[in-house]
Antibody, heavy 119, light 111 residues
């Protein structure tokens, strides 16, 4: 059964880069049937789709974040990652990694990581 | 962006009774490929969301058959035929027709 294990810092300073990694077990990031993505949820608010990508380098990003976000998939480590640059307090949220059945729809979720942007 | 609006925002249901959540989108979610890209998720307290319904009316693997999705165009409904105690949480509707994918505000179901 596929499991996603997230890792990364829970506190990031304003203007710095948020970096999270999602390690995949029980499956492969090179599986052509799926994409790999990130969704976030500000405290007490609804879900916010960040984007998704494939091992071959195809990516789909939320236009509101496109200039700041990078999703990459690493076959050699069977993991994928999120980088969000120039963060502000508005980026404070629980970040979830997910296996996606298409560019949009998460079907298996990681446990979530609360990332707080604060000095 | 496609705006997704859910009603009601909260719902209190007696176990064994049905429940319905409405989702409306600002544009049709029928894609040229024939699929309607509506998804339903349930987020239980302190947990990540879990997918219930994909592409309008398809139950995801392991989802009980008391959950069903229906609708067309811009109007959609998630129906729970007989609510159980384990169904409490926040239900989200999501559109996956057009980037960015967008979620509704959520509907909190209580027993």
């Amino acid at each position: 059964q596929l499991q996603l294990q997230q890792s990364g810092p829970g506190l990031v300073k304003p203007s710095e880069t948020l970096s999270l990694t999602c390690s995949v077990s029980g499956g492969s990031v090179s599986d052509n049937n799926f994409l790999w993505g990130w969704i976030r949820q500000p405290p007490g608010k609804e879900l916010d789709w960040i984007g998704s990508g494939t091992y071959s380098g195809t990516t789909y990003y939320n236009p509101s974040l496109k200039s700041r976000v990078t999703i990459s998939v690493d076959m050699s480590r069977n993991q994928f990652s999120l980088k969000l640059t120039s963060v502000t307090a508005a980026d404070t949220a629980i970040y979830y990694c997910a296996r996606m059945k298409n560019w949009a729809a998460a079907v298996t979720w990681g446990q979530g990581t609360l990332v707080t942007v604060s000095s | 962006d496609i705006v997704v609006t859910q009603t009601p925002l909260s719902l209190s249901v007696t176990p064994g009774q049905p429940a319905a959540i409405s989702c409306k989108s600002s544009q049709s979610l029928l894609h040229i490929d024939g699929n309607t890209y509506v998804y339903w998720y349930l987020q239980k307290a302190g947990q990540a969301p879990q997918v219930l319904i994909h592409e309008l009316s398809n139950r995801f693997s392991g989802v009980p058959d008391r959950f069903s999705g229906s609708g067309s165009g811009t109007d959609f409904t998630l129906t729970i035929s007989r609510v159980e105690a384990e169904d409490v949480g926040i239900y989200y509707c999501m559109q996956g027709k057009q980037i960015p994918a967008t979620f509704g505000q959520g509907t909190k179901l209580e027993i």
